[in-house]
């Protein structure tokens, strides 16, 4: 048949093939030749199910296409889907990384022995989610038309559908609209749905490596809720021992192929006596990325502890399972409490102090967990190894791959025989389950503590538990709920004189620490009720009764969107307010956009609020944003677990018994906290974005009146982030030459001589440096608009520019970051003269009266002012670079470009 269809000509301009793996590759041949002047093929090695299936490099070869572009990300499944999925994953091509925040619900695995009791979990779901669509997957027909059957006598209102192939019903089916979609096995891809049942399990998905693709494929259909699988009607025959542990482990979410712990090591030193310094693990990337989530790095599922080699790494670590990175790890031991161990010496287990371990000791078992500062070095394979891990940590909000990332080759060290233990593994380090709960609060009420003396001096009380002094400190501040940090509640400890709530906000609040300290998924109403229930509990007063079932009133008002959240009130109910923003508005990031609001709630509110949230989502999501540096990340995970598991006998290294402390460096406008000796976070006094107190007119001052609205901070980026800027400015941007200066422009072209943005002018959104640059200028409140106009404006030597005030085509607050150099710019507004100096690496915010009534300039000359690194001299011009951050006036009114007869905007 191709070879008569052959003599044809195409007559096909473009052929657009889908699911291209089960076509022959015959097909594509004739396809290029004969059908199409333009072929397109979308294909997926790891779906093809059928026996004419073709491979990419088929289709590539047949067709003469070009090398495939590989779709690396996954929009649709939740991580505990594709982790299911990847399960029976069986290509040669890794999964896609899953891009969706949050995580989902944890798939089951259900038998029943009767049709109806299936129908009925369908029906419950379907009315559970009255605008969710479900799939429901049979293995027969005769299955599915009675599933059907009984769905649509269960649910005679809702949408029940059943495709069949051989009645080709599709164009009556819309699997958009909510309802019950029935359908075979064999004609479920291309298909999405919110939920998939997957009936006759046992049918299809056997556990045998070369039958899984077919368990992969059903499985990724379900975008939000898991693959709920079922039995029936088959009850004599259960899914096999291995399906059913593959789904009972995610449980815990534990990985379902087990792979071994030792491996090849890319470094290898020879034996030494003496304490090591280092001890030698071998993992993954998953476990790595698991550990830099959290903090610590876990043994293996069922495992209570991990086995290292002393200053080596034994074994090999053979090929990557299911395309998984070996990672091989270095553990300083300096970084590590002194525990009892056990140590593999001449053959045989003996319990020591970590202290005492020696080469040549050759193995140790370490007990529990690792914190993740312990790692003094991260080694892989080869460069394309560590640019594939680099690119996966990047998707993650939650994961940064620290700089100690290194490649090396792969000795063949060989493991000696290991012998079974021969006494109980000793106690080691364990994570409560409160323990991420704990720390998230803990971080959030550093991200989000207000910049004042009195609320750092609460602050650093609850941290050390210092009752006398944190009551004190909380009675001075109206927030006496401050008596009660989370971190002590949880662990029920008695931190002050009274340790009973003394008015209804206090039993909130106590009642907000438990519930959301549960580690449940409450949210809206039934996070309401059960803290309104729990308050109640804790009231002493009718008093007390009566405000906290009025506010249970209120809040579900304001759910139902009845009622609007009241700051103007918020000294009647401050906790009461805090967890209504809270359930508003439950994400951290979304704390930052409280900043820029019309009414803003006052500190005490916005403290309170964000450390609930910190306690609520757990440590594990909080963006890297709010985790501080790693000094304080490594502080807060040891007294976080020293809290959760209330033992004090480790003795770490990080952390001393003394109590954190702060202080003031007026010189850099900062305050300082430390913990030990060591400075572990960094706070500037009242800093806009990042104080959770409302807004004054002259807040954007920043410590001067004679230029109000001018506002400058110093050390904005750091020398790495200008490095990088400077590199993209020259390697990427256009420079413009019709000033005297060089410019570029980006967002919209400013026209110079009309100094107007006409309609024409729209470039294009901002290249990713800037629109991270813009985003972060306004989320932490320098400027009240989010810029989408930047112009990079080079000095060189003696050039400037002279006194002007920006275009009114430009909204108010102008943003102003200066790189390379230091050069001073001039003030200037009626006779008046003054000048300030533009530090290298600052931002410079001009609004209100900065912004529309001083004029602004650079003088031509060839040096600047002599400072303090300069002996005196002045110091020669070279090179200033000046990114200038605006936001264009009724910017979608001009935002109008005509393409193809059609007007965007």
């Known amino acids: 048949m191709i070879a008569r269809l052959s003599t044809n000509g195409p007559n096909i301009e473009v052929l657009v093939v889908d699911e291209g793996q089960d076509l022959p590759k015959d097909f594509f041949a004739y396809a290029s030749q004969c059908v199409a002047h333009r072929l397109s093929v979308f294909a997926d090695d790891d779906q093809a199910i059928g026996k004419r299936r073709s491979t990419l490099e088929d289709i590539k070869s047949a067709a003469g296409l070009p090398d495939p572009i590989l779709l690396t990300e996954n929009h649709r499944n939740t991580p505990e889907i594709a982790r299911l999925a990847e399960w029976f994953h069986q290509g040669r091509l890794p999964m896609a990384t899953v891009m969706r925040s949050g995580s989902g619900d944890i798939p089951q695995l259900v038998q029943s022995s009767r ?37 649509r006598d269960r649910l005679p209102e809702s949408r029940i559908d059943i495709y069949s192939s051989t009645d080709r019903n599709e164009n009556s089916i819309d699997v958009r609209q909510p309802g019950v979609t029935v359908l075979n096995r064999k004609s479920v891809k291309g298909q999405e749905f919110d939920t998939v049942f997957i009936l006759e399990l046992e049918c299809f998905i056997p556990c045998r490596s070369h039958t899984r693709v077919p368990g992969y494929v059903h499985d990724m259909h379900s975008r939000s809720r898991p693959a709920v699988s079922g039995a029936w009607p088959r009850p004599t025959v259960t899914a096999s021992a291995e399906i059913a542990s593959g789904f009972g482990n995610f449980g815990t979410m534990n990985d379902i192929v087990q792979h071994s712990l030792f491996g090849e090591s890319p470094v290898s030193e020879p034996g030494r006596t003496g304490k090591p310094e280092w001890l030698g693990i071998v993992i993954d990337n998953r476990r790595l990325f698991d550990a830099l989530q959290d903090g610590w ?13 002393v200053e080596s790494f034994g074994g090999t670590a053979g090929s990557s399972v299911d395309n998984r990175i070996p990672v091989w790890l270095r553990i300083d031991t300096a970084k590590l409490p002194d525990l009892e161990v056990s140590v593999l010496r001449n053959n045989e287990w003996l319990a020591l102090m970590l202290s005492h371990v020696a080469q040549p000791d050759s193995l140790v078992l370490w007990p529990g967990v690792l914190p993740t500062s312990s790692i003094r070095n991260i080694t892989v394979a080869c460069d394309e190894h560590r640019a594939r891990l680099k690119a996966l940590a990047r998707r993650a909000s939650n994961i940064l791959v620290p700089d100690n990332l290194k490649c090396g080759a792969e000795p063949n060290d060989q493991l000696p025989d290991i012998p079974p233990l021969s006494q109980p593994i000793p106690a080691g380090i364990v994570i409560p389950d409160t323990e991420d709960g704990i720390r998230g609060a803990m971080t959030m009420a550093l991200w989000g503590v207000p910049r004042i003396d009195p609320w750092l001096d609460l602050l650093v009380a609850s941290l050390s538990g210092e009752p006398k002094k944190l009551t004190r400190y909380a009675k001075e501040l109206n927030a006496s709920w401050w008596r009660f940090p989370p971190w002590s509640r949880l662990v029920r400890e008695k931190n002050c004189d009274d340790a009973v709530a003394n008015d209804a906000q206090e039993c909130l609040w106590l009642a907000a620490i438990d519930v959301f300290g549960a580690g449940s998924e409450l949210r809206s109403k039934a996070a309401v009720d059960a803290i309104a229930q729990t308050a109640l509990q804790e009231a002493t007063s009718e008093e007390h009764k009566s405000a906290i079932l009025d506010w249970q009133q209120t809040t579900h008002q304001i759910q139902r969107a009845e009622a609007l959240i009241k700051h103007d009130d918020w000294r009647l109910m401050p906790v009461g307010l805090a967890i209504q923003l809270l359930l508003a508005r439950p994400e951290p990031t979304d704390f930052k956009t409280w900043l820029h609001d019309d009414t803003q709630p006052s500190p005490a509110v916005i403290w309170t609020a964000a450390t609930l949230c910190g306690l609520l989502h757990g440590y594990r999501r909080l963006d890297l944003a709010f985790r501080g540096s790693l000094t304080q990340q490594e502080i807060v995970a040891v007294q976080a677990l020293r809290i ?81 800027l400077v590199q993209m400015i020259d390697e990427t941007g256009r420079w413009n030459s019709e000033l005297a200066r060089r410019t570029q422009h980006y967002g919209w072209r400013y026209d110079y001589g009309s100094r107007r943005v006409n309609q024409a002018a729209y470039i294009g959104k901002l290249p990713e440096w800037a629109g991270k640059l813009g985003r972060r200028l306004h989320e932490e409140g320098h400027v009240q608009h989010l810029p989408d106009q930047v112009i990079v404006n080079e000095y060189v030597k003696n050039q400037g520019i002279a006194p002007h005030i920006d275009s009114s085509a430009f909204a108010d607050g102008v943003a102003m970051i200066s790189l390379l150099e230091a050069w001073e710019m001039d003030f200037l507004k009626d006779r008046r003269k003054l000048t300030r100096r533009l530090d290298r690496r600052s931002v410079a915010v001009l609004s209100g009266e900065a912004r529309y009534k001083w004029k602004h300039g650079i003088r031509k000359r060839k040096s600047e002012p002599a400072d303090e690194s300069s002996d005196g001299k002045r110091i020669p011009r070279e090179r200033r670079l000046s990114l200038t951050f605006r936001k264009v006036m009724d910017a979608p009114k001009a935002r109008r470009i005509q393409t193809g007869g059609i007007r965007h905007s």
């Open 115 to 151: 049709p109806e009791v299936t129908v009925e979990r369908i029906a419950t779901e379907l009315t559970n989610r009255a605008n969710s669509s479900i799939g429901v997957i049979v293995d027969q027909n005769p299955t599915g038309k009675e599933i059907h059957k009984l769905l």
């Open 644 to 724: 959760s598991s209330r033992r004090n006998d480790f003795a770490w290294p990080a952390i001393t018994k003394e109590a954190p402390c702060w202080r003031k460096e007026s010189r850099l406008n900062k305050y300082i906290l430390s913990w030990g000796g060591q400075d572990f976070a960094e706070k500037r006094e009242k800093e806009r974005g990042r104080l959770p107190a409302p807004p004054t007119a002259d807040s954007c001052k920043a410590g001067t009146d004679e230029i109000p609205g001018f506002a400058l901070m110093h050390d904005f980026i750091t020398e790495e982030e200008e490095k990088y």
């Open 297 to 309: 790095l876990r043994p293996e599922a069922q495992e209570k502890g991990m086995v290292a080699g």
